[in-house]
C-alpha cells in the first residue's frame, strides 16, 4: 500500500515536500513515479526516480521539482519549489511490481493567492 502525505495549501511562489511511503515494501527496490491529475484533467507523470537513482522530469516541473529517496525512512520524496496555480492537482505516486500498478490515494495540492 502506498501512501502520499504532505499537500496543501500554499501561495504562488511557495513550496512543498511531498512524501510517498509503503506499507509491507521496500521502495528503494522499485523505480517510484509521481504523478499528477489537475481538475478536470488527465493524470499525468511529473516526476520519476529509478532503483539506482536516476531522476526523470516532465518538462513543466523541470528545474523546480526535485525527486530523491529516503532510504532510512523508506520514502521517495517530492520537493516543490516556486509553485504556480497550474501545479494545482491531485498528486499521486506509483510504482509498478510483476505488471501490477499500485498507486496512493492522492495528495491535494492547491497553488492560489
Known amino acids: 500500500q502506498l501512501v502520499e502525505s504532505g499537500g496543501g495549501l500554499v501561495q504562488p511562489g511557495g513550496s512543498l515536500r511531498l512524501s510517498c511511503t509503503a506499507s509491507?515494501?521496500?521502495?528503494?527496490?522499485?523505480?517510484v513515479d509521481w504523478n499528477r491529475q489537475p481538475p478536470g484533467k488527465q493524470r499525468e507523470l511529473v516526476a520519476k526516480?529509478?532503483?539506482?537513482?536516476?531522476?526523470t522530469y516532465a518538462a513543466s516541473v523541470k528545474g523546480r521539482f526535485t525527486v530523491s529517496r529516503d532510504n532510512a525512512k523508506n520514502t521517495v520524496d517530492l520537493q516543490m519549489n516556486s509553485l504556480k496555480p497550474e501545479d494545482t492537482a491531485v498528486y499521486y505516486c506509483?510504482?509498478?511490481?510483476?505488471?501490477?500498478?499500485?498507486w496512493g490515494q492522492g495528495t491535494q495540492v492547491t497553488v492560489s493567492s
Open positions: 506509483h510504482i509498478r511490481f510483476l505488471g501490477v500498478d499500485y
Open positions: 526516480i529509478t532503483n539506482v537513482g536516476d531522476t
Open positions: 509491507g515494501r521496500i521502495l528503494s527496490a522499485y523505480t
